[in-house]
């Protein structure tokens, strides 16, 4: 659902709002492709002790690229209210602000993102991750998408349009 104000009390004056809610489906290659190989560049510090490498070396990791038939859906919800006003033929401007939460986001989990992820203790989504040898060595990484969390901001834009008649053309900055 959505729902938009608009108010124009005066002529060169407009003050608009509006809310919304909304949602984006994982779309169909995420949900069923075939497993493919993928041979990423990762750097962690781990790995190299186990390795004998200097720490922070960067090693080529073998692993698959997989599906998620579990992803759900990402919901979100939108705020936005603001002026625009014109008080010449030549100026106008308009004011917004914004807040925008979207939960469940879909995200592509990258080999260095899995790696850093583990190293920080931060979740992981089911199914992918970094399978390790006893000694700290990583063997394989599995990559693909998941629903992570929730993402949030909020901001102020700021439009401002200056348009001048050169008799050959105009110039708007």
């Given amino acids: ?14 003050v608009r709002g509006g809310w919304g809610q909304g949602f984006r489906a994982p779309t169909l290659d995420i949900l069923t492709q075939k497993d ?6 990762v750097s962690d510090d ?5 390795l004998n490498l200097e720490v922070g070396c960067s090693v ?3 692993g698959p690229r997989t599906a998620n038939p579990n992803l759900s859906s990402e919901q979100s919800e ?3 209210v603001g002026i625009a006003y014109q008080p010449l033929d030549s100026l106008s401007f308009s004011l917004d602000y914004f807040d925008i939460e979207i939960e469940e986001r879909i995200n592509f989990f990258d080999a260095q993102e899995l790696v850093n992820r583990e190293a920080a203790g931060d979740p992981i989504p089911a199914g992918l991750g970094v399978e390790r040898l006893p000694t700290g060595a990583i063997t394989r ?7 992570d969390g929730t993402l949030e901001t909020s901001g102020v834009d700021l439009n401002v349009k200056y348009s001048q008649d050169l008799g050959f053309g105009d110039l708007t900055s």
């Fill in 1 to 14: 659902p959505q729902i938009s104000v608009r108010w124009e009390p005066m002529e060169d004056l407009v």
């Fill in 36 to 41: 493919s190989f993928a041979a990423d560049s």
């Fill in 46 to 50: 781990t790995h190299c002790a186990a």
């Fill in 60 to 62: 080529q990791i073998n």
């Fill in 78 to 80: 939108q705020l936005s």
């Fill in 141 to 147: 990484i599995v990559q693909g998408y998941g629903n």
